[in-house]
């Protein structure tokens, strides 16, 4: 989503995965296949950056093992290999589920409020936050956490009528993060000005001159629609959305504070 958003004249995208960039490099690409649990291989890449946007890890719940590996040391990884080639800012794709479990009494949600997470994968962001707030007050980098919330082409859900960030918003807050002057260590949320938001701050992404233009309510027809048995039942109207016995809608995480995601219990224990 973002490589074709951040492009600019003069800028060159370096881009790193696991796997072989596709498509291939064009003009103001550079492509790199490595881990970012690799430190030699991240240190080479971040040589000669300006900034680091750090989008890489297992984008779910997983078990213990691959988040710790993945997630929280890959993360470290990256921080310290910005440090140590000088690069001045890294810009963390935090999570909402950073704060999953907090309740609907509570939105919206604070730029910066403590961690509530709902899983390892949430606790593993929780962890990305505090390595920011480490790197950038004992190693004075700018270090801006971004909680997304739901970012996909389109809404793919009731829930995501309220917390979908679409492809041009993440770019238009990714680039303000990337020019921002001085940040210093900041912790925001991304999502879109959706009219059934309203779950959590956008005061913070605002102060670094994100100004969200795209709305999830373009789509609450189809997506309310398809939720509806037999599917030619009307949508819900506004006034009834969300359902409150609705379980994925008491806490901001949704589906990931739902038991269906508690940690397995080996046999015989």
């Known amino acids: 989503m973002l490589r074709a958003r951040l492009a600019r004249p003069g800028r060159v995208l370096r881009l790193l995965d ?27 890449a971040c040589a000669g950056a300006a900034a680091v946007i750090h989008l890489g890890g297992i984008p779910t719940e997983d078990a213990w093992a ?10 470290y990884t990256v921080f310290e290999a910005a440090r140590r080639t000088g690069v001045p800012r890294v810009v963390f794709a935090s999570s909402n589920h950073a704060v999953g479990f907090s ?31 480490l790197y950038a007050t004992r190693y004075e ?11 996909f082409d389109r809404p793919r859900s009731p829930r995501m009528l309220a917390t979908w ?3 041009d918003d993440a770019g238009r807050l990714f ?5 921002a002057p001085a940040p210093g260590f900041r912790v925001i949320y991304g999502v879109s000005a959706n009219t059934r938001g309203g779950w959590v701050s956008l005061d913070g ?20 629609a398809g939720t509806r048995t ?6 819900l109207p506004g006034n009834e959305w969300p359902d409150p016995a609705d379980p994925v809608f008491r806490y901001l995480g949704g589906e990931f504070t739902l038991p269906s995601h508690d940690a397995p219990v080996p046999p015989g224990r």
């Open 18 to 44: 696991v796997t072989p960039l596709a498509p291939p490099p064009g003009p103001g690409e550079e492509s790199v296949t490595a881990s970012v649990t690799d430190m030699a291989a991240m240190t080479a």
């Open 66 to 75: 691959p988040i710790l590996d993945v997630n929280i040391n890959g993360t």
């Open 103 to 133: 309740p609907r009494a509570a939105f919206p949600v604070a730029d910066g409020a403590a961690p509530v997470p709902d899983t390892y994968y949430g606790v593993s962001k929780a962890a990305g936050e505090a390595l920011a707030a």
């Open 141 to 151: 980098l700018e270090a801006i956490c971004v909680r997304i919330l739901s970012c």
């Open 165 to 167: 960030l679409s492809p």
């Open 175 to 179: 680039e303000a993060c990337l020019t």
């Open 205 to 224: 992404a605002r102060a670094l001159g994100y100004e969200p233009r795209d709305d999830a309510e373009a789509y609450a027809g189809e997506v309310l």
């Open 230 to 235: 037999p599917p030619e039942a009307p949508p």
